[in-house]
């Protein structure tokens, strides 16, 4: 009975020890992107200079009592004003968890930073690697990681909602996926949950990425992949998987509703045009395609009208690079083989999205911006870049996969190529996750 136990504690910790390593190693891996972080004493410029200052108000507002938050006292010129019905919370009550263990203000604001990076890597990973396998996760979650635009969200904007934002696309995607192909009900729970999460993180990424968020899932519910590698369409057996993603965005709608009701409904009897006028029209902060491709300027300035921004729009050269290359290699496979593949199916759509967002950043997409009205609330056309980054950055995960059915290299020299490639990636990007 003891060898028994012995062998059986032994498989188990074999287990968790090689289900755990990938996860380890992203994180172990992305820590130069959040190094900064972890210096203490230290502090960055950042467009968003607010963010001490909203986590102050917001440990008020519970000491007050005020759960949840919504009346800031000391902001508007000492007359208060109620930011937090408006101004989504979420990384301010992750930054109320730290202030909890007696940490300052400033630390409270770095370790909330780092720990978006670690959770953006861990989630990324997570997502790819059911889809694409472990090496492609780790690929993936690197990309995602070290996008350039990362970068630009936490170090140069300080924009921590929209950064906050990014963290929850993959474990959306994930869960979605889960419950679409498992039909279990504890996923619906999950996926509402990772919803809420986005909902308290920032507006306009809602509004943008739900449309992405409905492609993946008719992509799931209308091709079932079965052992025979080929696709089934059953409409009339998705009638279920439709009412629970249903149920689920409920789910979401209502843990979020403390938050997302006043923001539906009460933001009319407040002044917010002058958030979407002038200086933040929409059509003064589209990117140029040199801006979005080819330059490398870095700097810490703002948006203006023109390609002369004192700021980066790079999507990263790999971040476009090794898209095409992988969407080139993907048509390839597909005259070569003559079967349709859900992993190059997925891949080559999410190619496509990628370079959509980047399209809805150009000036080109105007007629778009006039014609779908709704969207003029993100104000920043490059705020796309954010689906371009994650649409990118999940794509270049089948590469494992089209080098060993493509190209029919051993898992060896595909290890040694990918570890290569994630080399070049950070040495090209990794001066940009820093304070200038």
């Known amino acids: 009975m003891s060898k028994l136990i012995s062998k059986l504690s032994q498989k188990i910790i074999l287990v968790t020890r090689h289900n755990l390593f990938p996860y380890l190693l992203v994180i172990v891996l992305s820590i130069p992107a959040f190094s900064f972080f972890l210096k203490p004493g230290v502090y960055w410029n950042m467009h968003d200079d607010m963010q001490m200052i909203r986590q102050l108000e917001f440990e008020k507002c519970i000491f ?12 508007g010129y000492g007359y208060g004003y109620p930011l937090f019905n408006f101004y989504p919370p979420l990384p301010y009550i992750i930054g109320q968890v730290f202030r909890s263990f007696s940490f300052d203000f400033m630390t409270t604001v770095k370790l909330t930073a780092a720990l978006q990076f670690v959770l953006a890597v861990v989630f990324m990973y ?9 090496l492609g996760g780790i690929l993936s979650a690197l990309f995602y990681t070290y996008a350039p635009y990362h970068a630009l969200n936490v170090y140069i904007r300080g924009a921590m909602n929209e950064a906050w934002a990014s963290v929850f696309f993959p474990l959306i995607f994930y869960f979605s996926r889960k419950l679409i192909l ?28 739900t449309p992405i968020l409905l492609v993946w899932c008719l992509f799931w519910i209308l091709t079932q992949y079965n052992k025979k590698n080929s696709f089934l369409i059953n409409l009339s057996k998705s009638k279920s998987i439709f009412f629970k993603l249903f149920l689920s965005g409920i789910f979401a ?6 938050f997302t009701l006043p923001v539906l409904f009460e933001t009319k009897y407040v002044s917010v045009e002058t ?32 390609p002369n921004d004192g700021m980066s729009f790079m999507i990263g050269y790999l971040h476009w690079i090794v898209p095409i290359l992988v969407a080139i290699g993907s048509l390839v496979y597909l005259i070569k083989t003559k079967k349709i593949n859900y992993k190059i199916s997925i891949s ?10 980047a399209f809805m950043s150009h000036e080109r997409s105007t007629f778009l911006w006039l014609l779908i009205t709704p969207i003029q609330k993100v104000q920043f056309p490059w705020r796309f870049l954010n689906h371009s980054v994650f649409a990118f950055s999940f794509a270049v995960g089948v590469l494992p996969f089209l080098l060993q ?10 290890k040694i190529l990918i570890s290569l490639l994630i080399l070049i990636l950070f040495f090209l990007n990794k001066n940009y996750f820093f304070t200038i």
């Not at 007050?64 to 902001?75: A, E, F, S, V, Y």
């Not at 999950?190 to 986005?198: E, G, I, N, T, V």
């Not at 709608?253 to 403390?258: E, I, Q, R």
Request: glycine content about 8%.
């Open 126 to 134: 997570l997502l790819v690697s059911s889809v694409f396998g472990r």
């Open 182 to 209: 498992e039909k279990k009900i504890k996923y619906t729970l999950w996926l509402a949950l990772s919803f809420s999460f986005l909902l308290l993180s920032h507006n306009p990424m809602v509004m943008t990425f």
């Open 348 to 357: 080559l759509i999410f190619v496509a999205i990628g370079f959509f967002a």
């Open 275 to 306: 958030m979407f006028t002038g200086y933040y029209h929409f059509s003064a902060h589209f990117a140029s395609i040199l801006q979005l491709f080819f330059s490398n300027f870095w700097g810490d300035g703002g948006s203006i009208w023109g």
């Open 405 to 414: 059915n493509l190209f029919k290299l051993k898992s060896s020299v595909i």
């Open 253 to 258: 709608l209502c843990l979020s509703a403390f």
């Open 64 to 75: 007050d009592g005020q759960i949840p938050c919504r009346w800031t006292p000391d902001l």
